[in-house]
Structures are given as structure tokens and as C-alpha cells.
Nanobody, 124 residues
Framework: QVQLVESGGGLVQPGGSLRLSCAAS????????IGWFRQAPGKEREGVSC????????FYADSVQGRFTISRDSAKNTVYLQMARLRPDDTAVYYC?????????????????WGQGTQVTVSS
């Protein structure tokens, strides 16, 4: 059974850091692009970052460029999202999903096997 499970969310103060994990089962992440998305209350889900199948290409939304870093650990079949210098507007439920490839516009129609999400709250 194909499954993605997010973890690592929580409450953090502005300026702080968190690392989210996206653990895969039922398939090998090396054969797919993995994307991170987020949905804030009252807003549409938006793309945050994507890493290509071989890990050689990464994409970031302008709002997180320079603060977030996506990476993969093939041995653990897991993709990570390291988030630094967090801001209150980063507060959202964060999801991961797989796709055949990364698209710069994070076309969500190409993604499947969405996880259940993990809550990130940035507040003092």
C-alpha cells in the first residue's frame, strides 16, 4: 500500500526552526519527485518545495526561498523539509505527495498519494 506520512510539526516561536519528515512506504521515493505543500486556515493549498527523483533539482516557492531546504534520505525512504527563520505566515498544515516530476508551478493535479498532514504553528 502506497503511503506517505508527515511528522515533525509543532509550535515554534518566530525565527525558530523545524524539520518535517515525509516517510514513504509501499514504494521507493527515489523513483518519484516528492513535493511539500501547505494550507493555512481560510486559504488554498499552495506548493512549498519539490525535490526531483534523483535529488539533483529542487524547487521552492518564493515565500520560502532561502529559508527552507528540501532533501531526501534514500536509505530511510524519507524526504525532509528543513524550515528556518520561521514566520507567523508559515503557520499551516504541511502535506507531502509524490509526482512523476517536479513542476515549477507546483501543479497539484500531477501529485498523488497525499499524506494526512502535520500542523506547523509559528507564534510567540
Amino acid at each position: 500500500q502506497v503511503q506517505l506520512v508527515e511528522s515533525g510539526g509543532g509550535l515554534v516561536q518566530p525565527g525558530g526552526s523545524l524539520r518535517l519528515s515525509c516517510a514513504a512506504s509501499g514504494f521507493t521515493t527515489d523513483f518519484y519527485a516528492i513535493g511539500w505543500f501547505r494550507q493555512a486556515p481560510g486559504k488554498e493549498r499552495e506548493g512549498v518545495s519539490c525535490i526531483s527523483r534523483n535529488g539533483g533539482t529542487t524547487f521552492y516557492a518564493d515565500s520560502v526561498q532561502g529559508r527552507f531546504t528540501i532533501s531526501r534520505d534514500s536509505a530511510k525512504n524519507t524526504v525532509y523539509l528543513q524550515m528556518a527563520r520561521l514566520r507567523p505566515d508559515d503557520t499551516a498544515v504541511y502535506y507531502c505527495a509524490r509526482a512523476p516530476t517536479c513542476w515549477r508551478n507546483f501543479d497539484q493535479r500531477t501529485y498523488e498519494s497525499w499524506g494526512q498532514g502535520t500542523q506547523v504553528t509559528v507564534s510567540s
